[in-house]
């Protein structure tokens, strides 16, 4: 894979990235199970922002440094308006996250626990999907009518089955995790 930015820059990111994960996972798990205030919402969401615009910051100086300032203003740019394009696609993953947690009648004080673990899991999904479909948009260009008109009879199923109370013994998607994995029908702790 050839990439303009230096070695240490991705170095970087990745610890960085680790180091998050384990502040999430590790240090604030002592906090325990607890319902997230908007407050504690807000305060998160700067810290993240924040972060996220220093890592810009670091990105374009590693451009002056490294190439040449047009570079870095071109490089910087595009790492805003991919992080703001992702901030508001994150939004339609709220949605979604809400009508598991919905579904599957999550307290409130447990959603933080899962909403992690989603997170991981999407990370892993994501980059999956985007390889893939990726791979098969330059290929088969015509699999994006496909692409759509799973995503078109997907959103047409959730508006459908809207006000239908759910019934998780029927779920198919349960069963076969129920084949593979012991699953509680009752919450036990996180």
Do not use: C
């Amino acid at each position: 894979m050839h990439t303009l930015a230096p070695l240490w820059l991705w170095s970087v990111f990745v610890i960085f990235v680790l180091i998050a994960l384990f502040v999430d996972f590790v240090v604030l798990k002592k906090q325990g199970a607890h319902e997230v205030s908007v407050p504690e919402a807000i305060r998160w969401s700067i810290v993240w922002v924040v972060l996220s615009m220093a890592f810009n910051g670091l990105l374009w100086w590693a451009f002056l440094e490294t190439q040449s300032a047009e570079l870095a203003h071109t490089k910087a740019l595009e790492f805003l308006t991919g992080y703001l394009i992702e901030k508001s696609l994150a939004v339609d993953n709220i949605f979604v996250f809400l009508m598991i947690f919905t579904y599957f009648s999550v307290p409130p004080a447990f959603q933080k626990r899962v909403l992690m673990l989603g997170i991981i899991g999407a990370i892993f999904l994501r980059t999956a999907m985007i390889l893939v479909g990726g791979w098969l948009i330059a290929e088969f260009h015509w699999v994006l009518y496909l692409f759509g008109a799973f995503l078109l009879i997907t959103g047409i199923k959730m508006w459908w089955a809207a006000d239908k109370e759910s019934d998780l013994e029927d779920n198919p998607a349960l069963k076969l995790l129920r084949k593979v994995l012991p699953v509680s029908k009752d919450f036990d702790g996180e």
